[in-house]
């Protein structure tokens, strides 16, 4: 079993930027996948960046790509997501997610365990 806690959301101006942390409990924390998703209002949920268990590999999802940054401290049992640059577009809640996997999954139908979300709003 794994609990996982998000923190970090808040309320910032186009082109700030916010750093997403996801606490996780449990001693195989190294040995998840794990990733991050977000869901705007009336939209499905999507993949916005995904890492394997030992942060070698990563994803991002191209409306993200080369302003966001996932990485992991297995210290620290946290995943975090950098997010630079930050547009409205990017406003929703944001969820992070384990799964029982080596490499990164994209799909949320392969992640295992859920945090409870946060929320970001980013203004124009």
């Known amino acids: 079993q794994v609990q996982l806690v998000e923190s970090g959301g808040g309320l910032v101006q186009a082109g700030d930027s916010l750093r997403l942390s996801c606490a996780a409990s449990?001693?195989?924390?190294?040995?998840?996948?794990m990733g991050w998703f977000r869901q705007a209002p009336g939209k499905e949920r999507e993949s916005v960046a995904a890492?394997?268990?030992?942060?070698?590999?990563?994803y991002y999802a191209d409306s993200v790509k080369g302003r966001f940054t996932i990485s992991r401290d297995s210290t620290k049992n946290t995943v975090y997501l950098q997010m630079n640059s930050l547009k409205p577009e990017d406003t929703a809640v944001y969820y992070c997610?384990?799964?029982?996997?080596?490499?990164?999954?994209?799909?949320?139908?392969?992640?295992?365990?859920w945090g409870q979300g946060t929320q970001v709003t980013v203004s124009s």
């Open positions: 890492i394997s268990f030992n942060g070698g590999r990563t």
């Open positions: 997610a384990a799964a029982r996997s080596i490499d990164y999954r994209v799909h949320s139908r392969n992640y295992d365990y």
């Open positions: 449990g001693r195989t924390f190294s040995s998840y996948a």
